[in-house]
């Protein structure tokens, strides 16, 4: 009987050792309500805590007993609260800001370090929006695209490009979204400028590599960019007026403060600045965000999503030019219970442009259109396993483009080509699961499908050649069509297939330090048609089909992490290696609008990047910011295949038109006081590859140029100095009207950077002469921003 007793006891004492319980709910900023994606919540003296998912949700399973749960979030107080964990509940959280100054900046690491070095994330670069705002600028306007720019593995393609590139990607190997919806040309007036107004913006996350199998479609990277929810305590106020543009946005509560409201609105007026200077040339845009949420009860709410951008070009009376974005979302947050958490979106996005040639009188336009839906569910299983899954649908519209005569006397005849329409679907499912104290793994598998739908004819070619070899004249020729195979609208021209396993790890060495690894594998169906290095309005988009496969990437990367003096200082170090197959190339003399038959115009090749990354950090103090640089390589060869021939550049490996050995800048902000503070960007890249003329020879009393090697010269090195003060002046605390001005000197020596290189014959002396043309010189700004 003793030991039956004795026994019982022991039992009883194993189960209440292993009774735990559940603590969930919301972290929000307590001025405006906002939630906060990232924000650290654990158990002080343990190694327990999750961060916060988009939503501002977190969730902790923990041995029954009395905990302080902390919470905290840089540039925010952090919340210690004692805790009774003797049974499920559900506890919301404010936190407050360290200062209530016009969006003062602290540059650092966004999440605390003793969740950073354990988290098997790696190859992440997250901006907070108030470390974007010190970042001098051209033209005084802030800029996310051209932020993420100054951190390492992410470049531009000079200046006055739209676009970025991203481990020796290119730039339609990105897959961009806000608010969840697809953006497809991130740039206002062809690159000065992105389409991200800073004041409808709240987080900014770039996934470099190691992308969670939520996202796919793109094989370089993701930029995941969140708008504000809306203040939900008061009405606010922020905006500013600039030398080429002004913003406003305006924002607060509604339904009974049971939801919250954004409208942001940002236009220039350029245009009438060079109207007034007497030029016939013009160029404005303008863009609109709207959102709203509503809260029906504790597990369920409502928020809608918009985004509106367009740009106008007209070059005297030569061309005029618009193109656009256009994006809404529908979002269902839902909470099962206090361990699953889910959303559901149904997401519109579009991108259209418009050419029209005065002199010929006829517009071009073309556009792509998706309608997607996803469901994305999160289990917090327990404090040591987390669990990810969901499905997503995109239909895809391409309407590659139109020819429409402007009057009636117009020479053109109206032309459309065939639309293309296409399915991509996917499957996930992730898990983070922490192993032991040191050891974290995260690991997922997302299955693909894409399918190019019917609803038009097929060209068939001779020998099943799209593309042929003319050995003769050595070049690449479009192939002989043969005959057609008719596809109807029920029909399916050709589907695609791939399981896109992903894996990641980290191992912290001691308090201060970490190691991590990671590898993923990733699929995109679509492709970006461009004759130039960048994105253009004019390019198209077009699917993967019959001809053209979907481009798959595997990327691997090992990187080490380290906190010093206190976490005052940090330093990351990454090493990456990158291949990608199916990437499509050009033949010479390709014509990538207006044909049909795009197969006819590129062959299928190669492309594989590696590099190693450097970023040291100053988290604390008067003087905070970083140092990045990256040594790369980014490389492409194409061979000829089933066409024949040896290939691009004779199927040798060349350089990207995107390879940069050495990208180095310097990024710094320091408040001198109250009222002042600087801020100072540095940049220096290795020039960009193009090809020049190595020779020429005279035909018929023509000069004919032989070229090199395709991008085997370079032009010269990039480099600037960016410099700029914020002044505030005197106000009362209890003011609600905040403002602050902006001086910025952009390229502060004067450094005439080439944009390209152009060679021809002097008219006067027949002399060969290369002309280099810059966008931008030195160039002052002057901005003045409020809040109230």
Known sequence: MKNIFLTFILFTAILSAQERYTVSGTITDGSNGETLFGASVFLEGTTIGVTTNEYGFYSITAPKGNHNIIISYIGFTELKKGLALDRDQKLDFEIMEFST???????????????????????????????????????????????????????????????????????????????EAIIYNTSHLLGFFSVFNADAIKDIKLYKGGIPARFGGRTSSVLDVRQKDGNSKNFAMTGGIGIISSRLALEGPMFKEKGSFLIAGRGSYAHLLLKAAGKDNSANFYDLNLKTNYNLNESNQLFLSGYFGRDAFELGESFNSSYGNLSGNLRWNHIFNDRLFSNLSLIYSK????????????????????????????????????????????????????????????????????????????????????LSDKLTVQYGLRYSAFSRMGGQAMNEYEDDKPVVYNQLFGIYERGTPVGETPYGKSETIKTYGNLEPRVSLAYQLNDFSSVKAGYSRAAQYIHLLSNTTSVT???????????VKPQLSDQFALGYFRNFDDKMYSMEVEAYYKTTDNRIDYIDGSDLIGTNNIETEILSGESRAYGLEFLARKNEGKFTGWFAYTLAK?????????????????????????????????????????????????????????????????????????????????????????????????????????????????????????ASISFGQNVDTGANEATRTAIFGIVPSVTYNFKF
Request: no cysteine; glycine share 8%.
């Open 634 to 754: 980014s490389e492409q060869r194409t061979p000829g295949g089933n066409a024949g021939g040896l290939g691009i550049n004779d199927g040798k490996w060349y350089n990207t038109a995107y390879d940069r050995t050495h990208d180095f800048s310097l990024t710094g902000a320091y408040e001198l006081n109250e009222k002042w503070s600087f801020g100072t960007n540095l940049v220096f890249q290795t020039g960009r590859p193009v090809t020049y003329p190595n020779g020429q020879y005279t035909y018929e009393d023509q000069s004919i140029a032989i070229y090199s090697d395709r991008n085997s010269d370079r032009l010269p090195a990039y480099h600037r100095l960016d410099i700029s003060a914020t002044y505030r002046p005197n106000r009362k605390p209890n003011n609600r009207w905040k403002g602050e001005w902006v001086l910025g000197l952009y390229n502060v020596y004067n450094h005439k950077n080439a």
């Open 101 to 179: 100054q016009l969006d003062e900046i602290v540059v650092t690491a966004e999440e605390p370090e003793r969740v950073i070095l354990r988290k098997p994330e790696m190859s992440v670069a997250k901006l907070n929006i108030k470390t974007v705002r010190q970042m001098p600028v051209v033209l005084g306007e802030l800029d996310i695209i051209k932020s993420l720019q100054m951190l390492p593995g992410v470049t531009n393609n000079g200046e006055g490009s739209s676009g970025f590139h991203v481990r020796g990607g290119a730039a339609d190997q990105n897959l961009v979204l806000l608010d």
């Open 351 to 434: 991108y259209d442009y418009d050419l029209g040639i005065v002199i010929e009188e006829f517009d071009w336009i073309s556009s792509i259109n998706n309608y997607n839906i996803k469901y994305d569910l999160k289990y917090y299983t327990s404090e040591k396993f987390k669990l990810d899954f969901g499905a997503s649908g995109i239909y895809y519209d391409f309407d590659p483009g139109q020819i429409r005569p402007t009057s009636e006397t117009s020479e053109i005849n109206p032309l459309s080509l065939d639309r293309k329409k296409a399915f991509e679907s996917a499957l996930y499912i992730n898990a983070e699961h922490k």
């Open 537 to 547: 309005p004019l390019d198209v988009w077009t699917p993967s089909g019959k001809f």
